[in-house]
């Protein structure tokens, strides 16, 4: 009997070593002000910014305490300053001034408003998997943003070094100075 009881302490352990090598964890935490400004004679941008937290490799082992923290943004651009918006007329890019349509997100559902001091977002994102968990090329289902909320509105300019991450596709060059 003490021999079962070792050996199962021993493979728990293994077990425990074992996902810990193998543990991944990703989470976005959104700051609590959205940055506000205009960049054309009919365009608006908002800068959604929020923290990303990473632990571990999700392609593989890892070292067990590996993490890193960094900020990201996702830019949402509307036609006017205040009102209420159907997301059809809300355009979200992961990179600043994209115009690309390839990186911006479609198929949206829900609202914005801006007030003066306030951006509440109640979007839903589409999702293309079906039941079977495979990619499809037309909207499965729709899940809320899991950002969406009330967000105080800071009318100001923004430093946006870093907001893009490492990477920003050429077809996504600016055709606005920042």
């Known amino acids: 009997m003490r021999a079962f009881k070792t050996i199962a302490v021993v493979i728990v352990c293994l077990l425990a070593l074992f996902f810990t090598f193998f543990h991944f964890d990703y989470q976005e935490t959104p700051y609590p002000d959205v940055y506000f400004k205009k960049v054309a004679d009919d365009k608006f941008e ?19 305490f590996r993490s890193s ?3 990201r943004a996702k830019w949402f651009y509307v036609d006017r300053a205040t009102g209420v918006f159907d997301a059809n007329s809300v355009v979200l890019v992961n990179y600043r001034l994209c115009n690309d349509p390839f990186h911006s997100q479609k198929n949206m559902r829900g609202t914005l408003e801006l007030s003066k001091s306030q951006a509440i977002f109640a979007l839903e ?4 998997t079906d039941a079977e968990g495979n990619s ?7 899940v809320n943003w899991e950002h969406n909320g009330r967000y105080n509105l800071i009318n100001e300019r923004l430093s946006v070094k870093g907001l893009d991450g490492d990477y920003r596709p ?9």
């Open 69 to 71: 923290t960094h900020d």
């Open 46 to 64: 908002l800068a959604f910014i929020y923290k990303v937290e990473v632990s571990g490799n999700m392609h593989g082992p890892s070292l067990p």
């Open 136 to 142: 499809t090329n037309t909207v499965q289902r729709y």
């Open 170 to 178: 050429s077809s996504c060059d600016p055709t606005v100075d920042s």
């Open 125 to 128: 994102m589409p999702r293309y």
